[in-house]
T-cell receptor
Framework: EAQVTQNPRYLITVTGKKLTVTCSQN?????MSWYRQDPGLGLRQIYY?????VTDKGDVPEGYKVSRKEKRNFPLILESPSPNQTSLYFC????WGGGMGTDTEAFFGQGTRLTVV | AQSVTQPDIHITVSEGASLELRCNYS??????LFWYVQSPGQGLQLLLK??????LVQGIKGFEAEFKRSQSSFNLRKPSVHWSDAAEYFC??????????FGTGTLLAVQP
């Protein structure tokens, strides 16, 4: 079954404690992206990757890091989480390196609800 | 600037009634338009998409949307709503920007 898998689904952590949210896709997609969803703001892109070792900032990259060492995995790293990073996070992937939001479908993971206290 | 506006934050309809969710976009190039649905505790599922051609597109679960270039709109419709349609709906636009730009969402409640 084609899917994007995020882990963990729920996470409560304390300010400053480094954490990683994993994302894996089994569709051999080139393009992967992270979004955060906040009430009244919709989904905003954090980082994206057009292929292995190619990553770039989205609209709200501050406080986040990513890496793309393998095609299937795209972890999101919070080196020193702060309460304003409390949010619902989604990983997404799509086939073409030409970008998400073109004539290919984007597949989303089920989300990771992060609370930073 | 590229943007998507969903003017209705929350809508309540009765089961069996028709539904229209509004979406307006601002995009400098030819837009690729999408509607996604998010059920509670779930990820986003693609309902339908428009790239070109016929401006009335059919999607899953009985939904359809009409692209109106003159109005910069891509409204989502369903002739008869079911209780299972209660969810949050997001309109999004894409194209050459390497990302989907989402609206703020419309939360749909369905009354029995």
């Amino acid at each position: 079954e084609a899917q994007v898998t995020q882990n963990p689904r729920y996470l409560i952590t304390v300010t400053g404690k480094k954490l990683t949210v994993t994302c894996s896709q089994n569709m051999n997609h080139e393009y992967m992206s992270w979004y955060r969803q906040d009430p009244g703001l919709g989904l905003r892109q954090i980082y994206y990757s057009m292929n292995v070792e190619v990553t770039d900032k989205g609209d709200v990259p501050e406080g986040y890091k990513v890496s793309r060492k393998e095609k299937r995995n795209f972890p999101l790293i919070l080196e020193s989480p702060s309460p304003n990073q409390t949010s619902l996070y989604f990983c997404a992937s799509s086939l073409w390196g030409g970008g998400m939001g073109t004539d290919t479908e984007a597949f989303f993971g089920q989300g990771t609800r992060l609370t930073v206290v | 600037a590229q943007s998507v506006t969903q003017p209705d934050i929350h809508i309540t309809v009765s089961e069996g009634a028709s539904l229209e969710l509004r979406c307006n976009y601002s995009y400098g190039a030819t837009p690729y338009l999408f509607w996604y649905v998010q059920s509670p505790g779930q990820g986003l599922q693609l309902l339908l998409k428009y790239f070109s051609g016929d401006t009335l597109v059919q999607g899953i679960k009985g939904f359809e949307a009409e692209f109106k270039r003159s109005q910069s709109s891509f409204n989502l419709r369903k002739p008869s709503v079911h209780w299972s349609d209660a969810a949050e709906y997001f309109c999004a636009v894409g194209g050459a920007t390497n990302k989907l730009i989402f609206g703020t969402g419309t939360l749909l409640a369905v009354q029995p």
